[in-house]
């Protein structure tokens, strides 16, 4: 059977919906994306030069990781200017005309804002180290040594090691969660809000139309400074691993301070979109506090999907049903994979398998309620690169090493055309190699077969924007057998019935009575009711 194709059928979104509300979002590593200049490294010009390709997805808008000056320690989330693009980007004239033609294009346009720390390298540190009594003294998180001279508190950074370095200038310790070069901010301190929000303002002047507030759950600190407890056991690959991060991280008052973030965009109009990032193990309750009673942010996403290692019934059951968007709660937000993550087709389906897993995961995304977030090369089915020791830049993976991989396998450049020098992504050694397997998968080659992966995504969109339901609709579990996932989206008389074979072995799942094929990927045929390895259908009825 043929599924009617997505345009036959007319959309039924109300148009007082907003816009983010069921939004395909995709995500932009600027670094890796495109490169105008010859340097290697991607810009805020080269993103503009392919905005019609984002366009012809059928996206709703970009988000853009960060491009804000840096000295490049943690690659742009160590910001030492949240009002400036770093030259290796560009412009404050080129985020203008690339901004000016997403909007003319229809994209809305999301960026980072990263409020728990800065650069080393940011005026207000420089100023908050010189003593204890200038006035941004207290604009960071300083405390004085026990008396043995150890640091204040037991925590770990994420990146390996102490959480605190001692400077010299003041005789105190900083703290730092992620890597000692980003110093974290004291949140708890009114003035450094002002100056935050100050920032935000910055761009919401300009016309994003939106913000990811990045690690948001650390944001605030227990100024008692209690140790955190030690964990359960587990695995570990640093020691991060072994604390329950009671005290370095999550305290209650950040719901206060989204309050103000919220209450800026809103003052820009309703269109205004914002998404946490919240990872650890209380991020339901986290994800739900922050986004609280319309009057904090918009969205949230965890890493349920992100750092799963197998996609299995129980995990897409339990995060869809723990994080529905029902009642007080705030919008939910689902992403496969991003720059932190190994990329999803090689964390769960083999070699052999991975351009049937790549279509069916993406099926998946798409027919899951809320906002979905696209990573770049996800529509061209990119595995993870294997980036050899020599050519790492991930700082958590050179610390960490062999254990923790890192994230630069997430990162390699986008191939554009198979033939040309780096893939079309630069005329230069890129900064991160560019896997010939990754060539192969490249736009102009996909482009120029109507059976690509590449084509089959932008179908799919169209399929999520002709169905409304799959946007909001509510998600209701169905029977599934074994590795099959099964789950109904209703809205009123309206029903989906989205069914998915996660593994790489056969199984049977015939067409219930009463329902009408709408998409079906990898070989599962209605007459026989036999769902082939990642195999998957959608069938609607009301």
């Not at 001279?149 to 310790?173: L, M």
Request: with cysteine; aromatic share 12%.
């Amino acid at each position: 059977m043929t599924p009617p194709a997505p345009a036959q059928r007319q959309a039924t979104q109300p148009a007082t919906t907003p816009w983010w509300k069921g939004a395909v979002l995709y995500q932009i590593y600027p670094r890796s994306f495109a490169d105008s200049n010859g340097d290697g490294v991607g810009d805020l010009p080269g993103v503009l030069q392919h905005l019609d390709y984002i366009a012809d997805l059928g996206v709703d808008g970009v988000w853009l990781s960060p491009f804000f000056r840096s000295p490049m320690k943690d690659f742009g989330y160590d910001i030492s200017d949240y009002c400036d693009v770093d030259p290796i980007f560009g412009t404050l004239e080129d985020f203008d005309r690339l901004l000016a033609r997403a909007h003319a294009l229809g994209l809305k346009v999301i960026i980072d804002q990263v409020y728990s720390h800065t650069s080393d390298q940011h005026a207000w540190f420089r100023e908050s180290r010189q003593d204890r009594s200038n006035p941004k003294a207290d604009w960071y998180v300083w405390a004085d040594a026990k008396p043995d001279g150890s640091p204040p508190s037991n925590w770990q950074s994420v990146f390996g090691g102490p959480a605190w370095t001692w400077d010299a200038a003041r005789c105190q310790y900083y703290l730092h969660n992620f890597l000692p070069s980003q110093p974290d901010l004291n949140l708890h301190n009114p003035e450094v809000q002002d100056a935050v929000l100050q920032a935000a303002k910055f761009w919401l002047d300009r016309g994003v139309d939106g913000f990811r507030l990045d690690a948001v759950n650390f944001g605030m600190h227990d100024p008692a400074l209690r140790d955190n407890p030690p964990a359960p056991p587990g695995r570990r690959t640093r020691p991060f691993d072994f604390q329950l991060h009671l005290y370095n991280q999550s305290h209650p008052d950040i719901a206060k301070f989204v309050e103000r973030v919220r209450a800026l965009t809103d003052s820009y109009g309703e269109a205004r979109f914002t998404v946490a990032e919240v990872g650890g193990g209380n991020a339901d309750d986290e994800m739900k506090l922050y986004t609280a009673d319309d009057r904090r942010l918009n969205s949230a996403y965890n890493f349920d999907f992100l750092y799963a290692d197998v996609l299995t019934p129980t995990l897409v059951s339990r995060s869809l049903s723990a994080w529905a968007g029902e009642g007080d709660e705030g919008w939910p937000s689902w992403a496969f994979s991003n720059h932190d993550a190994p990329r999803a087709v090689t964390r769960w389906a083999l070699p052999e398998h991975r351009d049937a897993a790549a279509r069916m995961t993406l099926l998946l995304l798409v027919c899951l309620r809320g906002n979905i977030f696209l990573y770049y090369g996800d529509e061209l089915g990119l595995p993870q690169a294997d980036v050899p020791f020599e050519a790492l830049q991930d700082p958590e993976a050179l610390v960490n090493w062999p254990l923790t991989l890192g994230r630069d396998g997430a990162r390699t450049p986008m191939p554009w055309i198979a033939d040309e020098v780096q893939g079309g992504f630069t005329q230069a050694k890129p900064w991160l190699p560019m896997p010939m397997d990754h060539r192969r998968l490249a736009v102009d080659v996909q482009e120029a077969d109507p059976n690509s992966l590449l084509h089959f995504t932008r179908r799919i969109i169209a399929l999520r924007k002709a169905y409304p339901v799959l946007q909001t609709g509510a998600f209701q579990p169905a029977a599934g057998v074994g590795d099959v996932l099964a789950f109904e989206r209703r809205d009123g008389a309206q029903r989906m019935l989205c069914v998915f074979n996660l593994s790489s072995e056969p199984t049977s799942f015939p067409l219930p009575d009463g329902w009408k094929l709408v998409e079906a990927v990898n070989g599962w045929r209605e007459e026989t009711g036999v769902l082939p390895g990642y195999a998957a259908f959608i069938a609607g009825r009301g």
